[in-house]
């Protein structure tokens, strides 16, 4: 366990609008979390009862830990006026896994003695597994890829641990991210409350990104305020940038400012040439790296 926090919590803010998707999908996440989160241990028992897990898949960069730390905000803000949130943070590389065998039996006892125990103090209970495939991947350390097949194992230990928490403490919600579609197909889909799949950023959201990402830094420094709100610039850019996740694209905006010496001293000097000439790098070492790949 890597952390356990008690919402809402100002500085748990910002998350949740920080990743760009369509609303219906945050929607649906924050419908999904209030429901489990505030209703599920009366529906326990039921045939309509939910299992209490959403998962998110995707490629890497996509915003899916973003969105799930901003979830736990967000439904516990929801929740407030009945009573305060526990986010429960799992780090599965923190488990053993050097013996076959041991990680799993760590992953049930933390689903069946220390969760429930956590769960019991507060009204409502959100876990987070971020990267569930990691809970397998150092057993593999000699091989180069991540078996498939590893991964299911894994994944079976999470959902298992799943059913003993649900029937020790109904209501508790399981938030899963994974980068391993493959993975994500059988052990996940019948279970999931939720599946939602992150994608990399269209030709709209892109822009969007980049003018989020100049708004910070308009934040810090008001001069950039121009930049922050010229939409036509963000579209030049956004347009270079096509192809590129949401963490490359916000790292290509703030590596601008270190193009130069005066703009790494003054970023307020910031122009639109050294965020085009940011655009054309990163999408130049995208090319490359396609072109490697394809090799
Ligand atoms: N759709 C998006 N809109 C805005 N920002 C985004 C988007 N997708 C990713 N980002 C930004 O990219 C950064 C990385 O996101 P995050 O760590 O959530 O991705 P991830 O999918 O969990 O990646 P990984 O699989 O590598 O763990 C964050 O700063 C996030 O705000
Ligand atoms: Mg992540």
Redesign the pocket.
């Known amino acids: 366990m890597t952390g356990v926090h008690a919402l809402p919590s100002d500085h748990h803010d910002g ?1 949740w609008d ?4 369509d609303p219906r999908v945050k929607e649906r996440l924050l419908a999904t979390a209030v429901l489990v989160l505030r209703h599920g241990r009366r529906l326990a028992g039921s045939a309509v009862a939910p299992h209490g897990l959403v998962v ?1 898949a ?12 901003g979830l736990a905000q967000a439904a516990a803000r929801a929740l407030a006026p009945h009573g305060a949130t526990t986010l429960v943070e799992v780090d599965p590389h923190a488990f053993p896994s050097e013996m076959l065998g041991e990680s799993q039996r760590a992953v049930s006892r933390l689903f069946r003695e220390d969760l429930p125990e956590l769960a019991a103090r507060r009204p409502h209970t959100m876990v987070l597994v ?2 569930v495939e990691a809970l397998a991947v150092r057993r593999q350390a000699a091989s180069f890829d991540t078996n498939p097949v590893d991964v299911h194992r894994a994944t079976d230990a999470v959902l298992s641990g799943l059913d003993v928490l649900r029937a020790q403490r109904p209501g508790t919600l399981l938030v899963v ?3 391993f579609a493959e993975a994500v197909d059988d052990a996940f889909l019948s279970r999931a409350d939720l599946l939602v799949r ?1 994608d990399l ?1 269209d030709e709209s ?1 892109i822009p ?2 980049v003018a ?2 100049l708004r910070e830094l308009a934040a810090q420094w008001p001069e950039l305020s121009g930049l922050a709100e010229d939409g036509a610039l963000h579209r030049r850019v956004g347009r270079t940038l096509a192809g590129l ?7 290509t905006v703030h590596g601008a400012l270190a193009l130069r010496l005066e703009t790494a001293r003054e970023p307020s000097s910031l122009c639109a040439e050294d965020l085009l000439l940011a655009a054309r790098e990163a999408a130049d070492e995208l090319a490359a790296s396609t072109a490697s790949g394809a090799a």
């Open positions: 998350p920080a990743v760009i998707v998110l995707g490629p890497p960069g996509t915003g899916k830990t973003t969105l799930a730390q971020d990267e991210t994974t980068n992150t950023p959201v969007l990104i989020d990402s996740d949401g963490r490359r694209i916000r790292k």
